[in-house]
């Protein structure tokens, strides 16, 4: 058996200004604790009201003014609290019963609970995490058109200024070229005004040049037919029969005699190529060949034989070949058949870059080969 006593001590004030200490004792018996699974709330309830009835009761003890009635009173709200406190014992019981059999139905529902919460919770986080991350990829988005847009902005900026730094270069262009474009017909006007002049020079010169020709000629002619004679006298014949056939068809008197080694001079010259010709190109090879032979002989002698082919004793007949144009010059020139000595086939080609001068000029362009002859006698 648990016996508990409850004292209460209050200090009483009496109306007759007489202070009085009142003791109460209760005695429970028969009272079991309460089970600990009782719930807080209930407890807290019953405390709260265990306390206001006891206030009550030093309310009222306060009040009284007889000893009879205060021993009536503390009698009778003693019982009330007894009552009060069975009352709650009963109850408790019962919610005792009734907390045993749900207990595991509990426990299991609040493991389930637990469960769909943490469900729950895992769900909320990985939305809250996906909408951490669209909110994330949103701001980059964000962050990337704006950097676009600001670069496509410097592209379009920096576009505009190379269109006109482009547009400004094509102007200066086109203003230096019109310049230069008036330079240039300027100056093709000037060029054109002096090869105008030139060639009236070139022509008054021609002119000249062809009367001072003609002249000459005739003073050859003459001159020629005075030193005929003495030269089929005094000239020595030479060791090459295609020489003196040259020779002597640049000397005869009748053109009928010389036509005939004259023409077999051609084909061992010309060959087959002489066929090729045109007939005006024909007429004067066989006119004047042995005139350009003579002219070059001539030329060779007055400039005289070369000194070390003269001291070594070389000597020998080179075939040159060229052609001669109506004005007079001469290109393309070369040794078709060289001695063999450096001395003489150079000189061969100096005295040809010298008579060329003399030559008779034909009215097209024409090819010329013929012999040189060094002789030591």
Same mark, same amino acid.
């Given at each position: 058996?648990?016996?508990?006593?409850?004292?209460?001590?209050?200090?009483?004030?009496?109306?007759?200004?007489?202070?009085?200490?009142?003791?109460?004792?209760?005695?429970?018996?028969?009272?079991?604790?309460?089970?600990?699974?009782?719930?807080?709330?209930?407890?807290?309830?019953?405390?709260?009201?265990?306390?206001?009835?006891?206030?009550?009761?030093?309310?009222?003890?306060?009040?009284?003014?007889?000893?009879?009635?205060?021993?009536?009173?503390?009698?009778?709200?003693?019982?009330?609290?007894?009552?009060?406190?069975?009352?709650?014992?009963?109850?408790?019981?019962?919610?005792?019963?009734?907390?045993?059999?749900?207990?595991?139905?509990?426990?299991?529902?609040? $493991?389930? *609970?637990?469960?769909? %919460? =943490? #469900? +729950?919770?895992?769900? !909320?986080? /990985?939305? &809250?995490? @996906?909408?951490?991350?669209?909110?994330?990829?949103?701001?980059?988005?964000?962050?990337?058109?704006?950097?676009?847009?600001?670069?496509?902005?410097?592209?379009?900026?920096?576009?505009?200024?190379?269109? $006109?730094? *482009?547009?400004?270069? %094509? =102007? #200066? +262009?086109?203003?230096? !070229?019109? /310049?230069? &474009?008036? @330079?240039?017909?300027?100056?093709?006007?000037?060029?054109?005004?002096?090869?105008?002049?030139?060639?009236?020079?070139?022509?008054?010169?021609?002119?000249?040049?062809?009367?001072?020709?003609?002249?000459?000629?005739? *003073?050859a002619k003459k001159k020629h037919a005075q030193r005929t004679k003495k030269q089929r006298k005094s000239k020595r014949k030479s060791n090459d029969p295609l020489a003196n056939a040259i020779m002597s068809a640049s000397t005869s008197l009748s053109p009928s005699k010389s036509k005939r080694p004259a023409m077999r001079m051609i084909k061992q010259f010309y060959g087959s190529e002489f066929n090729s010709f045109t007939n005006t190109q024909k007429r004067f090879i066989e006119k004047n060949l042995g005139s350009i032979y003579r002219i070059t002989q001539q030329t060779l002698t007055r400039k005289g034989y070369p000194w070390l082919a003269q001291k070594t004793h070389q000597q020998g007949t080179a075939i040159v070949t060229f052609y001669l144009h109506p004005n007079?010059?001469?290109?393309?020139?070369?040794?078709?058949?060289?001695?063999?000595?450096?001395?003489?086939?150079?000189?061969?080609?100096?005295?040809?870059?010298?008579?060329?001068?003399?030559?008779?000029?034909?009215?097209?362009?024409?090819?010329?080969?013929?012999?040189?002859?060094?002789?030591?006698?």
């Open positions: 058996m648990v016996v508990v006593y409850f004292i209460f001590s209050q200090k009483i004030i009496m109306p007759a200004s007489q202070s009085k200490e009142v003791r109460i004792t209760l005695n429970i018996e028969n009272f079991e604790p309460s089970s600990a699974s009782q719930e807080l709330s209930d407890i807290e309830r019953d405390r709260q009201a265990l306390e206001e009835a006891t206030k009550k009761l030093f309310e009222k003890i306060a009040t009284a003014s007889e000893p009879e009635v205060l021993e009536s009173t503390k009698q009778k709200i003693s019982k009330e609290i007894f009552e009060k406190i069975i009352f709650e014992k009963e109850r408790v019981k019962e919610s005792e019963k009734v907390s045993l059999k749900s207990t595991t139905e509990e426990a299991i529902e609040e $493991a389930k *609970l637990a469960k769909l %919460e =943490q #469900k +729950r919770l895992e769900i !909320e986080k /990985k939305e &809250q995490e @996906a909408l951490s991350k669209e909110k994330a990829i949103a701001e980059e988005k964000s962050y990337l058109e704006k950097i676009e847009t600001a670069r496509l902005k410097t592209i379009a900026i920096a576009t505009a200024k190379e269109k $006109a730094r *482009l547009a400004q270069i %094509e =102007q #200066k +262009r086109l203003k230096k !070229e019109k /310049k230069k &474009q008036k @330079a240039l017909a300027k100056s093709k006007k000037i060029k054109q005004e002096k090869q105008a002049k030139i060639k009236k020079q070139k022509l008054a010169k021609a002119k000249k040049l062809k009367r001072e020709k003609l002249h000459k000629q005739k *003073l007079g010059n001469i290109s393309k020139l070369r040794l078709k058949r060289p001695i063999g000595y450096a001395s003489l086939d150079n000189n061969t080609l100096r005295v040809i870059r010298i008579a060329y001068k003399d030559y008779p000029r034909p009215k097209t362009k024409t090819k010329i080969t013929f012999y040189v002859e060094y002789s030591l006698f």
